[in-house]
């Protein structure tokens, strides 16, 4: 009989929310799961599906109009079909003690507070979808199993009404059978002509045959003594049958020996035993996935806290030096030395927030496999250096010791030069942050079996043994009270891991204990084929201080500050400049003044930055304007749109005043993009 095996339902899962938007960002985190997703932007619509569907999760905003969360989610609990469907608040609102009291009193799950982390949010999800298709699979299990059981006894009932299924036999003391009963047959395969005179322990399993005669030998002493066994015997096609039999001396009398045996046919029960003892285990199995499940799902959580904690934490610290810095800058006067300390310190604090955001969303891109590595000829030592250069104000802020040791001969690799740098920075930050100040952090590099092995090691605080297998997941940080400024957001090491195996190489830590630093092991394939040609430089590059030449600019952002402080910006570079705040006003201001450079902010409402990109393209006295997207969307998939509708350039906000001095200066040296006569 086959293993009871049945398929996982699909779940579905109710999305309950009065803004649209919400519900379109729901379903964009959570379609990928392949479940069923209902969507209701009210709580009474809500306890309507309720009552027509089961539902694996609900996930519940808190603010509603109407209908709000907390009373939808009681009214859910107060039916007996849905008492327990699980619950997940989402709001976007910060929330007191009181209110988290309310919400699990109601029966949830968890509290999110929006924004909502996606892979938070699908792992949660996924785990009571996975919890509600179990426990439907073990339903169905049980039900199969009783309605097998109740067939089975009704099959034995119809069997003892038509012809008893039961085998009595009349044993004599020497073991042969002198009557059978008509049901043998079905029982074992014999007639009870070719069983009668035979021995009937002949045909008893070997590892039941010396239990089976000792029990035939006390029934034989002991007149009206009676015996119960499960044995195993041999059926007439040559497999073995469980038979469960009851012995009895009836007779009583010396001069008479002889046992009258009672048998019934349990091996179908036995594999029912079998199977349940499977389907037991499976369960039990089941219990320690899910408790498994449940403390992954709390570290998570508790992941998630540290998490939003951190980064609350790592982007308020920039704003406080930029505020006093701007108030300074207020009260400095024309006091030149104080007013360039103010502005470095602003220049210091923005880098870092910039960099903490990179991070953030290079951690979203690897994790989705949304990126791609740009290979090509590179030397170690060039991408050494230029990790150094990031790495430097760090290193030389803490008054640490930095020693390189490179081959003396070059090492080419096939990689990435931008994000093999970034792992060498990281791991180099890494040790600087956690290295007590004036320490020595030594990189090195040598070629082992066809492969670079790259090194980083440090005399800082070390890391404990329990943690040395964690240091690269998401969010981990060996010491969180540690108070380093420059703490972090715990994604740097599960970077390096991510890009260090998308080049194909490996990276190990060791460490001997708390106190006793920390060594960071890369190993990179060398580059197969060493003797190929150079490839050619690129000498395309302007120089910092170039000149740049005045032109007519126009600055499109819905957001002033933006607009006003970039036009700012461009003036100070000696550029013309004109700003408009909408699409509709920067259509009539570059009709009527057409302009030869345009930065359109993307995301603007009512018309984007693509469709203005694109009316301006399809405007013959326009369309050689040379424009540039400025937006916090900077992936490729975005850089790629932005050419497809006609955009020259495209740049991530915050735009870096130098990236824009160069790109001003490539505009000179490839004056071709402009309007003739300029």
Known sequence: MAAITPAKPKANILLVDDQRENLLALEAVLEELGHELVFTRSGEEALRLVQQREFAVVLLDVHMQGLDGFETAKRIRLREDSEYTPIIFLTAFETDRRQLEEAYTLGAVDYLVKPLVPAILRAKVTGFVELFQKSEQIKRQAEQLRHMERRELEDRFRSIIENSYDVVVLIAADGTARYVSPSLTRVIGYTPEEFIGCNVFERMHPDDLAHMTTIFAELLAEPGASRNAQFRYRHKDGSWRWLNGTGTNLLGKPSIQAVVGNFQDIDDQKRHEAERQELLLREQNARAELEKFTDRLREANEAKDNFLATLAHELRNPLA???????????????????????????????QMVRLIDDLLDVSRISRGKTELRKERVELAEIVKTALETTRPLVEAANHQLIVELPQEPIHLEADPIRLAQVLANLLNNSAKYTDEGGEIRLTAQREDGDVVVRVRDNGIGIPADMLPRVFDMFTQVNRSLGRSQGGLGIGLTLVQSLVHMHGGSVQVFSDGPGQGSEFVVRLPLRPH????????????????????????????????????????????????????????????????????????????????????????ADPELRQMVLVALTGW?????????????????????????????????ADLHCCHLPPGH
């Not at 701007?326 to 880098?351: K, V």
């Not at 395309?540 to 036009?567: F, K, M, T, Y």
Request: charged fraction near 25%; proline fraction near 6%; avoid cysteine.
């Open 321 to 351: 030096p930029i505020r006093n810095a701007l108030q300074i800058m207020r009260l400095g006067g024309s006091n030149a030395a104080t007013i360039g300390q103010a502005r470095e310190l602003m220049e210091r604090q923005i880098q």
């Open 530 to 617: 060493e003797g190929q040609e150079e490839p050619a430089q690129n000498n395309r590059g302007v120089a910092a201080d170039q000149v740049l030449s005045p032109r007519r600019i126009l600055v499109v952002d819905d957001n002033h500050d933006a607009a006003e402080s970039l036009s700012m910006l461009l003036k100070l570079m000696g550029q013309k400049v004109q700003v408009a705040f909408s699409a509709p006003e920067a259509l009539a201001a570059a009709r009527l003044d057409p302009p030869e450079m345009a930065f359109l902010d993307i995301g603007m409402p009512d018309m984007d930055g693509y469709e203005l990109a694109r009316r301006l393209r």
């Open 634 to 666: 900077g992936q490729d998939k975005d850089r790629q749109r932005s050419r497809e509708v006609g955009f020259d350039h495209h740049l991530t906000k915050p735009a870096d005043p130098e990236a824009l001095h160069q790109l001003l200066a490539a």
